[in-house]
T-cell receptor
Framework: RKEVEQDPGPFNVPEGATVAFNCTYS??????FFWYRQDCRKEPKLLMS???SGNEDGRFTAQLNRASQYISLLIRDSKLSDSATYLC?????????????FGAGTRLAVHP | DARVTQTPRHKVTEMGQEVTMRCQPI?????VFWYRQTMMQGLELLAY????????DSGMPKDRFSAEMPDATLATLKIQPSEPRDSAVYFC?????????????FGPGTRLTVL
């Protein structure tokens, strides 16, 4: 089983739609959670951190469910510019150092 | 706007040749990561330095790959000899301080093709 699993998509949605991505992680002791965004042929960039209480940044809302080991990202009022791959990322913080474990990504295509 | 820089951006080489990729982290960042991204495997951590000391290179094939930080402004990833299965995009990322691992700034990547 992969440490971080995501539905690869693609999710094809019209502008203005609401779309949700889910992600599960295997290490129950994981401490930090993030969503990164990667545009086609570009580098990943941090989109937002995910907190236990849930957090919102404009049209983006991230949720964490530790009991189910599940992370979600909701995008409201989708824009064409939201088309990208969204990477679910976990930092297990084990072994005396910490590192990011990336999911394979969920591709989103927003069309007019 | 400070950025991580990587050279070369593209590299095409033949099997058996040596490949050296370079990364300049953001000035003042003390943590540097090397990743490899392929369609099949996604983004994988190869090596990780803090204050120029290697902390983790467990993701790196030891027989042909080596990573170094000769100084605080330069990180290198070398493959010798290269093989077709090494074809991928290699990203360098840097971070700073207590959240240096959580908030990583990626360079544009080196797209490597080994024929």
């Amino acid at each position: 089983r992969k440490e971080v699993e995501q539905d690869p998509g693609p999710f094809n949605v019209p502008e203005g739609a609401t779309v949700a991505f889910n992600c599960t992680y295997s290490n129950s002791a994981s401490q930090s959670f993030f969503w990164y965004r990667q545009d086609c042929r570009k580098e990943p960039k941090l989109l937002m951190s995910v907190y236990s209480s849930g957090n919102e940044d404009g049209r983006f809302t991230a949720q964490l469910n530790r009991a189910s080991q599940y992370i979600s990202l909701l995008i409201r009022d989708s824009k064409l510019s939201d088309s990208a791959t969204y990477l679910c990322v976990v930092n297990p913080r084990t072994g005396g150092y910490n590192k990011l474990i990336f999911g394979a990504g969920t591709r989103l295509a927003v069309h007019p | 706007d400070a950025r991580v820089t990587q050279t070369p951006r593209h590299k095409v080489t033949e099997m058996g040749q040596e490949v050296t990729m370079r990364c300049q982290p953001i000035l003042g960042h003390n943590t540097v990561f090397w990743y490899r991204q392929t369609m099949m495997q996604g983004l994988e951590l190869l090596a990780y330095f803090r204050n120029r000391a290697p902390l983790d290179d467990s993701g790196m094939p030891k027989d042909r790959f080596s990573a170094e930080m000769p100084d605080a402004t330069l990180a290198t990833l070398k493959i010798q000899p290269s093989e077709p299965r090494d074809s991928a995009v290699y990203f360098c990322a840097s971070g700073q301080g207590p959240t240096s691992t959580d908030t990583q700034y990626f360079g544009p990547g080196t797209r490597l093709t080994v024929l």
